[in-house]
T-cell receptor, first 115, second 110 residues
Framework: EAQVTQNPRYLITVTGKKLTVTCSQN?????MSWYRQDPGLGLRQIYY???????DKGDVPEGYKVSRKEKRNFPLILESPSPNQTSLYFC??????????????FGAGSRLTVL | SQQGEEDPQALSIQEGENATMNCSYK?????LQWYRQNSGRGLVHLIL?????REKHSGRLRVTLDTSKKSSSLLITASRAADTASYFC??????????FGTGTRLQVTL
């Protein structure tokens, strides 16, 4: 089944404890992206990747890192999480990042709480 | 920055009625997409309309696009309880970025 898989789905952590949210897709998609969703703010893009070894900042990249060493994986790293990073995170991918071909497939989401 | 803004923020209708949601955006687009999100879950793509298209249908969904007014509407006909969800428009310009609005929460009651 074609899908985007995120792990963990739920996580409670403490301020400053490094964590990684993994994302993997099995559709050979070139484009991958991370969003966070907060009440009243909709989805905001954190980082995106057009292809392997190509990443770029989205609207809210502060406090996050990403890497794209393999086509299928796009992990989101929080080096020193803070309470304002408490949110629902979504990984998404599309065949390409070209406008018009950028229909996104989303993962199920990762709910992160930072105490 | 947010591109699309949905209206209304929340909509409550009875099963069998039609639901109309609107999306306004600010800059030129290549295409506009609508997504659906069941509570706390991932978004699911519904339909894509290109900037040179005015109307598109998919099952009970009808999307219109007016580029002169920078607006789009999503019509769900003969709504069902299972249509209860949040609906988001997302716009894409020449760049790869897809920018989402804040969504319309639709509640369909029996």
């Amino acid at each position: 089944e074609a899908q985007v898989t995120q792990n963990p789905r739920y996580l409670i952590t403490v301020t400053g404890k490094k964590l990684t949210v993994t994302c993997s897709q099995n559709m050979n998609h070139e484009y991958m992206s991370w969003y966070r969703q907060d009440p009243g703010l909709g989805l905001r893009q954190i980082y995106y990747s057009m292809n392997v070894e190509v990443t770029d900042k989205g609207d809210v990249p502060e406090g996050y890192k990403v890497s794209r060493k393999e086509k299928r994986n796009f992990p989101l790293i929080l080096e020193s999480p803070s309470p304002n990073q408490t949110s629902l995170y979504f990984c998404a991918s599309s065949l390409t990042g070209t406008a018009g071909a950028n229909v996104l497939t989303f993962g199920a989401g990762s709910r992160l709480t930072v105490l | 920055s947010q591109q699309g803004e949905e209206d209304p923020q929340a909509l409550s209708i009875q099963e069998g009625e039609n639901a109309t949601m609107n999306c306004s955006y600010k800059t030129s687009i290549n295409n506009l997409q609508w997504y659906r999100q069941n509570s706390g879950r991932g978004l699911v793509h519904l339909i894509l309309i290109r900037s040179n298209e005015r109307e598109k249908h998919s099952g009970r969904l009808r999307v219109t696009l007016d580029t002169s007014k920078k607006s789009s509407s999503l019509l769900i006909t003969a709504s069902r309880a299972a249509d209860t969800a949040s609906y988001f428009c997302a716009t894409s310009g020449t760049a790869s970025k897809l920018t989402f609005g804040t969504g319309t929460r639709l509640q369909v009651t029996l």
